[in-house]
């Protein structure tokens, strides 16, 4: 059964007394917030820093693109959060290329460039590497020759920007 409208409400003579619905405004404004808000966290932070090391502090203001993670701790190698070898074991050896860390480098690289031939996505041969500010040089010297003869000689590594 219907509710037949009041004498008042059928007969509005005033525009000036006719209000606004902002139930749709309201939707509106929430959809757009919500644009915004995921635009805005995309732009964010694309690596987090392993919580095991200090990255050293640079001047630099380059913003950091997508690739392959490497990070050298005090303790441990880990390539896209796997552990691959102690650092221990890294500096005791005196091989100048780390094969266990080019076994795993070669295997990425070989499913980047399949995924090149299927799907067109170039692979660009970078990788981001965070070393602990602490880490002696010979062992970054291992590491970097390793990641040049294993397809990857873009490297980039991960600072702390300085605050200026």
């Avoid at 005196?94 to 990425?108: G, K, M, S, T, V």
Wanted: contains cysteine; glycine residues 4%; aromatic residues 8%.
């Amino acid at each position: 059964m219907a509710f037949i409208p009041t004498r008042s409400k059928r007969h509005i003579t005033d525009p000036g007394s006719l209000k606004l619905n902002l139930n749709s405004m309201m939707d509106m404004f929430t959809i757009i917030l919500l644009f915004l808000l995921k635009v805005y966290s995309t732009e964010g932070h694309l690596v987090n820093p392993s919580d095991d090391l200090t990255l050293p502090n640079s001047t630099m203001e380059k913003v950091p693109e997508m690739s392959l993670d490497l990070a050298i701790s005090k303790d441990w190698l880990i390539l896209n959060d796997k552990p691959v070898m102690k650092v221990n074991d890294l500096l005791a050896s005196q091989q100048f290329i780390i094969p266990a860390l080019q076994n795993e480098l070669l295997r990425y690289a070989n499913e980047a460039e399949k995924m090149q031939e299927k799907y067109g996505q170039r692979f660009s041969g970078s990788i981001t590497i965070q070393g602990d500010k602490e880490l002696p040089y010979r062992a970054l010297v291992k590491v970097m020759a390793t990641c040049g003869r294993s397809k990857y000689p873009n490297m980039r590594f991960l600072v702390y920007q300085n605050e200026s």
